[in-house]
């Protein structure tokens, strides 16, 4: 896309700053996939004080459950998921110092609070884009809950992954003011 | 007119089929309308959106990757001529059979699961099978492979008759407001009224296997539609939620005689990946 950001996980406070809503970023480099039954898990994790699968400063968490490969293809449809889902779990994440979320949806008031307090980003990829995002990532390894199936965590390696910031560090929300600018009464 | 045999065995070729060509294959009418909407759309978020889906499909398509990860839960509407004596095995585990083996070969997410343990069945089955007798010596088979990021922001309610047209329509509008970007908008709004509760909820998946673009054939129902759609797109939703003049690309109404003392209106939204697919056997 013209005029996008190209961003490097991990990311940085500067870099998470700078974000606002509206931007269209390109992400290269290593995220994280992990969609309901994994968030449960981590969270789980967290409270009993135990060690998490990977360290999550400054990375990013990918809401997404992709199809099973191909024979010769790292990954299969690989689109967001619903973000909503993982609200319980998020602010606990970010508190613990997950920069950025990438989904699809409108986040609850304590995910934005926290993206604020802790300064992290919420992006939205296409949803339905399936196809068309699997081409952006060539590795995908399972680091965590095999047993999961899809639902398992994975360590994608991006390349220019489209993204927009649709939350920001200040609160914004483009779901907010992208339907105000548009709405007719 | 005699009895026709036909060995189950088909249907679970013809289901296989199906579940592989509804996840790659983007239907003819979905792709005009994602064509169309990208002229109209404003927003340049929203127009972004539409090249991507546009692309999306023809990726899928030609590399037979699925459009989206999430291949849905199965839903089979079967209509069975009554002159048709089916062999060799039985119908459900025929269907299921067929998208044990779609599921397998197409490379599709297996997302069915336990309601409680929430332990994945790892096959994508059973599938929601809806079954009608009518008559002659065929088998329609219409399957949709249906999304649940659009199934979750989905609703029954019953109204006294007291809410009326007027009623129906903020219900329907209201759910679309709702959702907001969660079901994956630009979306197709699947509307049943009438009948009782579980009817009405059918009547709006039902609603949902029609082309985009095309008007019930009541006038009076046919006019709801276009009103519905009016003011579901001016509700400034867009493309994915991120704002636009595109929220739906259709509006579908289906109806069924109701009781006296209620409206069931059930609004079924189906995602932009509108994925079904028929075959006669």
């Not at chain 1, 980003?121 to 990532?137: E, H, N, P, Q, R």
């Not at chain 2, 759609?229 to 579908?252: C, F, M, S, W, Y």
């Amino acid at each position: 896309m013209p005029g996008s950001v190209v961003i490097h996980p991990p990311l940085s406070d500067d870099t998470v700053d700078k974000l606002a809503i509206g931007d269209r970023v390109l992400i290269s480099g290593v995220i994280y996939s992990a969609r309901d039954a994994a968030h449960k898990r981590l969270v789980e994790l967290i409270r009993e004080n135990r060690p998490l699968p990977m360290d999550l400063a400054g990375q990013i968490i990918y809401y997404v459950g992709p199809t099973p490969p191909q024979p010769g293809m790292p990954i299969g449809a690989a689109g967001p998921t619903t973000s909503y889902r993982m609200d319980p779990y998020a602010p606990i994440l970010i508190e613990k110092g997950l920069k950025g979320m990438i989904g699809k949806g409108a986040r609850g008031d304590a995910v934005i609070e926290a993206m604020k307090r802790y300064r992290a980003v919420y992006f939205a990829a296409t949803g339905g884009a399936g196809a068309l995002i699997s081409k952006t990532i060539k590795r995908a390894e399972v680091v965590a809950y095999e047993d999961l199936g899809t639902e398992a965590i994975r360590r994608l390696e991006v390349e220019e992954f489209p993204a927009i910031v649709v939350g920001d560090v200040r609160g914004n929300d483009l779901y907010r003011d992208g339907r105000m600018r548009y709405r007719r009464e | 007119m005699g009895v026709r045999e036909i060995p189950v065995d088909r249907i679970t070729e013809v289901v296989r089929r199906l579940c592989i060509e509804a996840n790659t294959i983007l239907g003819d009418d979905v792709v005009a309308a994602l064509e169309t909407s990208l002229a109209i759309e404003e927003s340049p978020v929203g127009q972004d959106v539409f090249r991507q889906l546009i692309r999306n499909a023809d990726i899928a398509r030609t590399e037979g990757i699925p459009l989206c990860q999430d291949t849905g839960m199965v839903v089979v509407f079967l209509e069975i001529g009554q002159d048709v004596h089916l062999t060799r095995g039985d119908l459900e585990t025929a269907v299921n059979e067929g998208v044990r083996q779609g599921y397998r070969d197409g490379y599709l997410r297996a997302s069915t699961l336990d309601p409680l343990t929430r332990k994945n069945f790892g096959d994508n089955t059973p599938a929601v099978i809806h079954t009608r007798i009518v008559p002659g010596d065929r088998i329609k088979v219409a399957l949709a492979a249906k999304g649940f990021g659009s199934e979750n922001m989905s609703q029954v309610a019953l109204f006294p008759p007291s809410h009326g047209i007027d009623g129906i329509k903020k219900f329907v509008v209201g759910r679309v407001d709702a959702a907001g970007p969660n079901p994956c908008p630009p979306v197709v709004v699947g509307v049943g009224i009438g009948g009782t509760m579980e009817k009405a909820a059918i009547l709006s998946k039902e609603s949902l296997l029609r082309p985009i673009g095309h008007r019930h054939p009541n006038p009076d129902i046919s006019q709801l539609e276009l009103e519905l759609l009016k003011e579901i797109n001016n509700l400034g939703i867009g493309p994915q939620g991120l704002g636009g003049r595109i929220t739906a690309l259709d509006v579908h109404i289906e109806t069924y005689p109701t009781h006296i003392g209620s409206i069931p209106v059930a609004v079924n939204l189906q995602c932009h990946s509108g994925r079904h697919k028929e075959s006669i056997i």
